[in-house]
Structures are given as C-alpha cells and as structure tokens.
C-alpha cells in the first residue's frame, strides 16, 4: 500500500516520504496512529501543494532576514572604553555592550546571538559576526575607542 507519511517514523522514512509499506503495517500501525495517509490522487496533490507553499514562505523568510541582515551590517558601532597607562584598558567590551549600543541605535538583537569568542579587551577595530535565523549572519563593525576625559577649566 503507498502511503505518504505526516510525521518521520524510525526505520521507515521521513515526514513527507511517498512509500510502499505492507498493507497490514500500515491499516494496524500508521494509519490509526495518524503518522500517515493514504496516497490516493487527493493526498498527493493537496500534499505536494502544501510542500511548495511552504518553500515559497521560507525562501520570502529568508528573504526578509538577509535584508535586516544587511540593514545591521551597515552599523559602525563605537563603544568608548576607559584606559589607563599605554592605552590598557580597565575591563572589557562585552557581548551586552555590543547589543546596548545596537539597541541605542535602533537595533534589537538577542546577546546571546552575538559570536564574540571572547570579550574585546584592545582599543582598535573588531568586526563581529551576529547569528541570524536560517543560517544567515551579519557582521557589525566595533570600534573602541578611549574614553576623552572632560577638561576642567583653567582657573
């Protein structure tokens, strides 16, 4: 009997698999359990149906987050670090102060989704990569700069 599985059943095949199973396997195990139906013209066409929507709403989802993924990537971000002798820097830039001066700019991004291998701990230039859904990754620029002291006034 074929049969067109709505769920992946171990050993038999994975969701949306048309299959040939024996006739016993699949009235007794697959079919009242609804982990498949059967594969008349019907199922076949309203299941092929449903597979190209639901390619067409990924390739637009992926769509739409390449292009906030290219919005953040156009940031330059400068994040002012406080230094002492030699321009060493007292602590570190971290994930959450790359996602505090994102979400200043107008940018919400989870700091979990920030790849900083390790806090940034020199003054200079960093790109950073920012994970995204569907494997798409925008890269923001930091710069670190030092902190400019107010100058008092001269008396």
Do not use: C, W
């Not at 230094?83 to 700091?111: H, N, P, W």
């Amino acid at each position: 009997m074929k049969v067109i599985l709505q769920e992946t059943v171990e050993g038999v095949g994975h969701l949306g698999d048309l299959i040939n199973v024996a006739d016993g396997f699949a009235r007794n195990y697959l079919l009242p359990r609804r982990k498949a139906v059967e594969a008349d013209g019907r199922s076949i066409k309203a299941f092929e149906h449903a597979k190209r929507t639901a390619v067409e709403k990924a390739k637009k989802e992926k769509l739409e987050i390449e292009s906030y993924a290219k919005r953040v990537s156009a940031i330059s971000l400068t994040v002012e670090a406080q230094v002492g002798k030699d321009d060493k820097m007292f602590g570190s830039v971290t994930a959450k102060d790359i996602a505090e001066g994102l979400a200043a700019q107008g940018v919400t991004v989870d700091r979990r989704k920030i790849q900083l291998a390790q806090p940034i701990k020199e003054l200079g230039t960093v790109p950073v990569p920012i994970k995204m859904p569907r494997d798409v990754v925008a890269t923001v620029t930091v710069h670190v700069v030092k902190k400019q002291e107010p100058e008092e006034p001269s008396a």
